[in-house]
T-cell receptor, first 116, second 117 residues
Framework: AQKITQTQPGMFVQEKEAVTLDCTYDTSDQSYGLFWYKQPSSGEMIFLIYQGSYDEQNATEGRYSLNFQKARKSANLVISASQLGDSAMYFCAMREGRSGNTPLVFGKGTRLSVIA | GAGVSQSPRYKVAKRGQDVALRCDPISGHVSLFWYQQALGQGPEFLTYFQNEAQLDKSGLPSDRFFAERPEGSVSTLKIQRTQQEDSAVYLC???????????????FGSGTQLSVL
């Protein structure tokens, strides 16, 4: 079974609008971490936001917020006030277990295109 | 430099040739990861080092793949007798020595795009 599922291969959003990128995960661990990364055409993966499984509040980092619904095993990324520079691939990832050095498992990604 | 540096940026190899990909992590980062990213896919884990110790190599697809980090800083991923299915982007990442919460985040290099003809 897929550990990380991103069901939207591609998304379009109008500049200055908000957009939600979906991510569901599968784990039997009680302790885990969820991450979102952005990958522009240059290829480098850029960290956006982190949510720990025990965090009660949804994580926020500037224009990025994570809509964490633990019972549904859902960790959707919300980007507010989209900008043309947000056009990129977006990957959801999970670290299982307590160790901060357990390898991340990535989803297949969603390509976001921001339209002027 | 301030970030993770990988070289070469692009590598074209003939099938059967050996290749070596280099990663220079952020200074002070003890953890180093290698990932393989096929076209249109997410990165897949290959191997993990803590300092010079290779603690996990469960993701290496075959015994043609070998990684080392002899002095606990620069790492090299070597692929022997390359095959067409090895064509991918190889990403290196390092993380903070105190990985907790968002400090667990990985800092990635720009990758090496390997094309095997």
């Amino acid at each position: 079974a897929q550990k990380i599922t991103q069901t939207q291969p591609g998304m379009f959003v109008q500049e200055k609008e908000a957009v939600t990128l979906d991510c569901t995960y599968d784990t039997s661990d009680q302790s885990y971490g969820l991450f979102w990364y952005k990958q522009p055409s240059s290829g480098e993966m850029i960290f956006l936001i982190y949510q720990g499984s025990y965090d009660e509040q949804n994580a926020t980092e500037g224009r990025y917020s994570l809509n964490f619904q633990k019972a549904r095993k859902s960790a959707n990324l919300v980007i507010s006030a989209s900008q043309l520079g947000d056009s990129a691939m977006y990957f959801c990832a999970m670290r299982e277990g307590r160790s901060g050095n357990t390898p991340l498992v990535f989803g297949k990604g969603t390509r976001l295109s921001v339209i002027a | 430099g301030a970030g993770v540096s990988q070289s070469p940026r692009y590598k074209v190899a003939k099938r059967g040739q050996d290749v070596a990909l280099r990663c220079d992590p952020i200074s002070g980062h003890v953890s180093l990861f290698w990932y393989q990213q096929a076209l249109g896919q997410g990165p897949e884990f290959l191997t993990y080092f803590q300092n010079e110790a290779q603690l996990d190599k469960s993701g290496l697809p075959s015994d043609r793949f070998f990684a080392e980090r002899p002095e606990g800083s620069v790492s090299t991923l070597k692929i022997q007798r390359t095959q067409q299915e090895d064509s991918a982007v190889y990403l290196c990442a390092s993380s903070s020595p105190y990985p907790q919460g968002k400090n667990e985040k990985l800092f990635f290099g720009s990758g090496t795009q390997l094309s095997v003809l």
